[in-house]
């Protein structure tokens, strides 16, 4: 008997048609990996056209694109409240309303926050803890990262207090409160009207200094951050500013909504 039988693929025709050697699942995967490999390189090839796609400054990090945004911001504020004095002067010019009548005009504006506003004043500034900070007291537990930064509520917190104590006006960081301003944390970072704030933040309020000071100290909720400050070191300033004068809001007073699509 012919010995071609026991080997398959030999040719013979007692033997049937040769069969192909499998291919290894070993093999199958090596060749997968170089493929990938080459897609990887040629994809990151593509995308950085000769350059350093770590250090491109096209792709900025969403942090970054918040500060550009937020400086943009900013300079549209100025630049209109710059339009607006200059439509104020001339209206004022020859608009022929009588004194009274301006007067009751200046009046409410100093009420709707969007004139300056000279006057003693009191600031408060509040600051995270230092990032290795410890329980400055027995009894209390090791800080979590969230006893650590200022929160939404420790801010409007201070503002509620202010306004309670007889607060004229109030700044915080550089902008002017109105009736519509909404003081709001995103993360340790504040966002007021477009614009976005990293802490210390300081909070400035006109008004009579004593008041001011005592609905600070009356306040539940600076009470309870006044536990942090004392445990965990969170920044706490309070401070008379003499004189100041408070800018003018010069933002849109319009209100804004959301519509339905369609």
Same mark, same amino acid.
């Given at each position: 008997?012919? =010995?071609?039988?026991?080997?398959? #693929?030999?040719?013979?025709?007692?033997?049937?048609?040769?069969?192909?050697?499998?291919?290894?699942?070993?093999?199958?995967?090596?060749?997968?990996?170089?493929?990938?490999?080459?897609?990887? *390189? *040629?994809?990151? *090839?593509?995308?950085?056209?000769?350059?350093?796609?770590?250090? $491109?400054?096209?792709?900025?990090?969403?942090?970054?694109?918040?500060?550009?945004?937020?400086?943009? =911001?900013? #300079?549209?504020?100025?630049?209109?409240?710059?339009?607006?004095? #200059?439509?104020?002067?001339?209206?004022?010019?020859? $608009?022929?309303?009588?004194?009274?009548?301006?007067?009751?005009?200046?009046?409410?504006? =100093?009420?709707? #926050?969007?004139?300056?506003?000279?006057?003693?004043?009191?600031?408060?500034?509040? =600051?995270d803890a230092p990032p290795n900070a410890t329980a400055k007291l027995p009894g209390y537990p090791e800080p979590q990262p969230d006893y650590l930064v200022i929160h939404q509520q420790d801010l409007q917190a201070v503002v509620n207090a202010l306004w309670q104590g007889g607060a004229r006006g109030i700044k915080v960081m550089d902008q002017r409160l109105i009736s519509t301003s909404a003081v709001r944390c995103v993360g340790n970072t504040l966002i007021l009207q477009g614009r976005v704030y990293s802490p210390p933040y300081r909070i400035t309020a006109v008004g009579d200094p004593g008041r001011l000071k005592e609905a600070l100290a009356a306040s539940k909720a600076i009470q309870t951050y006044m536990v942090y400050v004392n445990v965990y070191g969170l920044g706490w300033k309070v401070a008379d500013e003499g004189t100041v004068t408070l800018p003018g809001y010069s933002g849109t007073v319009d209100l804004h909504y959301a519509k339905p699509v369609g």
């Open positions: 008997m012919s =010995n071609s039988a026991d080997f398959p #693929g030999t040719g013979s025709t007692d033997s049937g048609p040769a069969r192909r050697p499998r291919p290894r699942p070993v093999r199958i995967l090596t060749a997968a990996v170089f493929a990938l490999a080459g897609l990887i *390189f *040629f994809t990151s *090839f593509d995308t950085a056209r000769g350059t350093d796609i770590r250090q $491109d400054g096209s792709l900025l990090k969403l942090s970054d694109l918040i500060q550009q945004r937020s400086r943009k =911001n900013k #300079g549209l504020d100025e630049s209109d409240a710059a339009l607006r004095a #200059g439509v104020e002067s001339l209206a004022e010019s020859d $608009d022929g309303s009588t004194r009274a009548e301006d007067e009751k005009l200046g009046a409410l504006e =100093n009420e709707a #926050g969007t004139r300056g506003l000279t006057g003693k004043a009191v600031t408060v500034t509040l =600051n």
